[in-house]
């Protein structure tokens, strides 16, 4: 069955960094788009990134600006976001998440979801 598992989350001051990981199995994960949402408390699952299933295409959430990247090692059927000059806003549970088709940037298209890593980021 699929299972996304994603690591890397923790505390960290503002303007710091974090790696985020997914792990995929289950499927042919070199045939899909990979999506990051995040849920900060009290808010709607909103949508962060996505790349590509040849990791040539990404696109990002607007309140992103230039701070994170999101990249693929299809041999290791992981997927990367790469998260600096974090603020305290960016504090959230953050999610991978399994594209149906295509390359997509609304929750509705994804199929699977890991449970999470939270984010916290200190002022």
């Known amino acids: 069955q699929v299972q996304l598992v994603e690591s890397g989350g923790g505390l960290v001051e503002a303007g710091g960094s974090l790696r985020l990981s997914c792990a995929a199995s289950?499927?042919?994960?070199?045939?899909?788009?990979m999506g990051w949402f995040r849920r900060a408390p009290e808010k709607e699952r909103e949508f962060v990134a996505v790349?590509?299933?040849?990791?040539?295409?990404?696109v990002f959430g607007d309140f992103v600006k230039g701070r994170f990247t999101i990249s693929r090692d299809n041999a290791k059927n992981t997927v990367y976001l790469q998260m600096n000059s974090l603020k305290p806003e960016d504090t959230a549970v953050y999610y991978c998440?399994?594209?149906?088709?295509?390359?997509?940037?609304?929750?509705?298209?994804?199929?699977?979801w890991g449970l999470g890593t939270q984010v916290t980021v200190s002022s």
């Open positions: 790349i590509s299933w040849s990791g040539a295409g990404t």
């Open positions: 998440a399994k594209a149906i088709t295509g390359f997509a940037t609304i929750r509705a298209e994804y199929d699977y």
């Open positions: 289950g499927y042919t994960f070199s045939k899909y788009a």
